[in-house]
């Protein structure tokens, strides 16, 4: 085995197809585009990453083709065998593997000057690329291979060739800390052509600043190399010496000041100077020389407003911190998010940086939400940097823009012990923010189980409400919190708590289909039927958002599936299962007997249906029975007429029979009939059966009617016809009782008595009682006319000395 100048190990062509028991080895450096042989027999394996080792291995005696043998040959460095196989291969050497790459790419990756030479002479093209774009040439800078820099420049090559990536052997040589290969490579290049950009618009000086070539960096600025050319960052080559950490690179950056100091302010397209990258970077003394520069901005903005200042506190570089605080930094100076530096370095947990600040009475500012820098170390659990504020005295209840304090900010991470710590300072235990929520309140929402039990030990109330009514509970089964619903329902908490819109927690469970949550509700007998004001079950928010297990388990407690909204529409569980599409809850809903509200409406009608008609039937008979009565009280109606008309006609016969007669029992004949009418037109069929049993009016009923006929001939209201169809009432006039008296004294003094035993006026005879009769008579007569079918006629009591004069008449 032969050594090269870089203890790369080979074995001969010879020795390698003498042992055909053996598998032999060799390693060399190759690129970073691994390759293998074509050959069935010869496996060649290499890494990615440059400068990594390439193992070839060869099998047992294959049979290799020429281009595979003069690719061997040549990495080998077997001339003899390389002279031979040329020659048998009719000029054909530039053919390459499944890379590109010739036998002469392979005598540039492996040292092999003579093979190289050897191909070259027999007319290998030294500017052939590979797949890569690259050539023979960018292979040696790469390797920065000076002896073949020198036998392919010499032979032809073009060393502005680019690659794939636009760079060409000049890009690649700043890699090295070889300045005779960069020396020789500008002598071949125009000032003008120093500056070539690859596809990433960097130069050779942005390539030599990057990897701290200080040399490189010195012979490209000596050949006018532009320092202010940006790359597709808009970084500069200052930007990318700032940000190396090599020990040179602060000569390259010193050396690019020196040369144009305006470029120390310059940003890339984040908005990032060459101080944001080497504060990031935290190279001290890269940071110190930018800060002595007279014209750096030490508080200079990048896009999101940060400072060099808030990207040493996030790094947690206290020491960059006091040298920029010392070069007049602003602490005060806030993000896009309104966080200061000091911000940052709290929520990291920085207690060092934290001191540097607080040191420099550097105040506490709020961000955009309110929240100071202790607030956010609160909610990051920094249980070291809290101690250095509570050293400083910091305000431990100050609220934020929403009310929360820091041990709300605590509670709602998660920090137990954080939360311990604040409340043995002095925090409240029972804080509220703008929605009247507890530190309570924000554990239970976000499941953290140590802060509540560290809260509740604490004596922190569970029976607190929120603005919206909401109880712990209700935000524990919101978030699915089985276990902390357990906590606090153990601690009292009633499990059917309402909040202002009704709804209980187990409506939150079952909206989030937190199985475990219902679970423990229904066990501690939440009812599995209640309603919000809205009439939504716990069925309506499980099948509108999709969960079958919630549905299943709510069935199971016998919720009814069938419940309807309060709202407008009346939807039911099915009916919200179906709007969302899920199909799987539908088909269970309606398997345990679900109905949607078109199914409810279709019931309803067939009901309202049988009800109406039931209805019609009894309206029908109501109105049956009506025309029945009606018809019953016409026919009495017609048969009180006819009687009042047979009446009348019996008083007119006996009126007109009677009338030429001067019989005195005229008056008593029609007297009789009119109350004998009268009588038959008031009585009920009862009265009339037993009126039929009395035949005879006796006579003391004759001479009452006589004296009743004569006393309402003189006492009763006359009643004439108007002008209007209508009835006039006249009514007799009133005499005093003195004027009364006079009459009866007189005619008692002109009465006498009749011989025959009558007793009448002097002068009177029986003409003057026929004369009497007959207007009697006719009084009568006008009465009945004037009283209306069915009205019944008040007839007044007779006193003993009419009886008497009409039993004289008589």
């Not at 819109?501 to 989030?512: D, Q, Y």
């Not at 109105?623 to 008309?645: G, I």
């Not at 007839?795 to 008449?809: A, F, G, T």
Request: glycine fraction near 6%; aromatic fraction near 4%; hydrophobic fraction near 35%.
């Amino acid at each position: 085995m032969c050594s090269s100048k870089k203890s790369v190990a080979v074995k001969s062509d010879l020795q390698l197809w003498k042992h055909d028991t053996k598998n032999v080895s060799s390693q060399v450096e190759m690129p970073s585009v691994p390759f293998s042989s074509r050959s069935e027999g010869q496996v060649i394996e290499g890494r990615k990453s440059d400068g990594q080792s390439l193992e070839v291995t060869k099998s047992e005696g294959p049979r290799l083709d020429s281009v595979t043998q003069i690719h061997a040959s040549a990495v080998n460095g077997e001339k003899q065998t390389l002279l031979r196989l040329i020659a048998a291969s009719n000029g054909d050497l530039d053919v390459g593997d499944q890379f590109g790459r010739s036998p002469l790419m392979y005598c540039v990756l492996v040292d092999r000057l003579e093979c190289a030479e050897i191909l070259i002479k027999a007319g290998a093209q030294v500017n052939l690329k590979d797949k890569g774009g690259r050539t023979a040439l960018h292979w040696a800078a790469h390797k920065g291979n000076l002896r073949l820099m020198k036998l392919l420049l010499s032979r032809g090559a073009d060393c502005r060739e680019k690659d794939n990536e636009g760079q060409t052997a000049l890009h690649l040589c700043t890699r090295h800390k070889l300045p005779k290969c960069m020396a020789l490579l500008l002598r071949q290049l125009t000032p003008g052509e120093v500056d070539d950009q690859d596809k990433n618009k960097r130069t050779a000086l942005h390539w030599a600043a990057s990897y701290g070539n200080l040399e490189h960096v010195k012979m490209l600025i000596k050949q006018d190399s532009n320092i202010g050319i940006p790359d597709t960052e808009g970084k500069t080559p200052l930007h990318w010496a700032a940000s190396c950490r090599d020990r040179e690179a602060v000569s390259c950056v010193k050396l690019i000041l020196e040369t144009t100091p305006s470029v120390i302010n310059w940003q890339d397209y984040e908005g990032r100077t060459a101080l944001h990258l080497a504060v990031a970077d935290g190279n001290e003394s890269v940071v110190n020389v930018l800060t002595t520069v007279k014209n750096c901005n030490v508080s200079a903005l990048d896009n999101v407003f940060r400072t060099p200042l808030h990207w040493a506190a996030v790094l947690g570089h206290s020491k960059i911190v006091s040298i920029l605080l010392d070069s007049g930094a602003d602490s005060s100076s806030s993000d896009s998010n309104g966080a200061t530096a000091l911000h940052y370095a709290a929520q990291n947990n920085f207690s060092e940086t934290v001191s540097v600040f607080l040191c420099r009475n550097c105040t506490d500012e709020q961000d955009l939400e309110g929240r100071t820098a202790f607030m956010w170390a609160a909610g990051k659990g920094a249980d070291d940097v809290i101690r250095v504020f509570l050293e400083h005295n910091v305000d431990i209840q100050q609220e934020d823009k929403t009310g929360g304090t820091a041990l709300h900010a605590g509670a709602l991470s998660g920090h137990s012990t954080t939360v311990k710590l604040l409340l043995d300072n002095g925090a409240k235990l029972e804080a509220t923010d703008q929605a009247k929520h507890t530190p309570l309140f924000r554990a239970c929402e976000m499941g953290q189980m140590d802060v509540v039990q560290t809260l509740i030990d604490c004596q922190a109330r569970v029976d607190v409400l929120d603005q919206d009514g909401r109880s712990p509970l209700h935000w524990a089964a919101l978030g699915g919190h089985a276990y902390i619903c357990q906590i606090l329902i153990k601690y009292g908490v009633n499990p059917d708590v309402r909040d202002y819109s009704a709804r209980a927690p187990l409506h939150c469970a079952a909206f989030g289909g937190f199985v475990n949550c219902m679970s423990v509700l229904m066990e501690h007998e939440a009812d599995a039927n209640s309603q919000d004001s809205k009439g939504m079950t716990c069925l309506h928010w499980a099948c509108s958002k999709g969960h079958l297990d919630a549905v299943k388990l709510l069935i199971e407690y016998n919720a009814f599936p069938n419940h309807m909204a309060f709202t407008e529409d009346r939807y039911t569980p099915l009916d919200y299962a179906l709007m969302g599409e899920h199909h799987e809850v539908a088909q269970y809903m309606i398997e345990q007997g679900a109905l949607s509200i078109t199914g409810i409406q279709d019931i309803a009608a067939q009901k309202i249906q049988s009800a109406f008609r039931g209805y019609r039937v009894r309206k029908a008979f109501i109105e049956r029975k009506k025309l029945l009565m009606k018809h019953e009280k016409l026919k009495k109606e017609a048969a009180r007429k006819r009687a009042a008309e047979e009446g009348r006609k019996v008083c007119d016969d006996h009126v007109t029979r009677k009338q030429d007669t001067s019989s005195p029992s005229t008056l008593l004949d029609i007297h009789q009939t009119t109350q004998h009418m009268d009588l038959q037109l008031d009585k009920t069929p009862l009265d009339r059966a037993k009126g039929d049993q009395e035949k005879t009016i006796p006579k003391s009923d004759r001479d009452s009617a006589k004296c009743s006929a004569g006393k309402l001939q003189r006492n009763q209201p006359t009643l004439t016809p108007n002008k209007d169809n209508g009835l006039d009432i006249q009514r007799p006039e009133k005499t005093d009782s003195r004027s009364r008296i006079e009459d009866t004294s007189l005619t008692e003094a002109n009465n006498s008595v009749h011989p025959d035993g009558m007793t009448s006026a002097p002068g009177s005879g029986p003409s003057q009682v026929v004369e009497k009769t007959r207007s009697l008579q006719q009084s009568v007569v006008s009465t009945l006319q004037v009283i209306t079918p069915g009205q019944k006629v008040k007839q007044p009591r007779m006193r003993s000395s009419q009886r008497r004069r009409l039993q004289n008449v008589d």
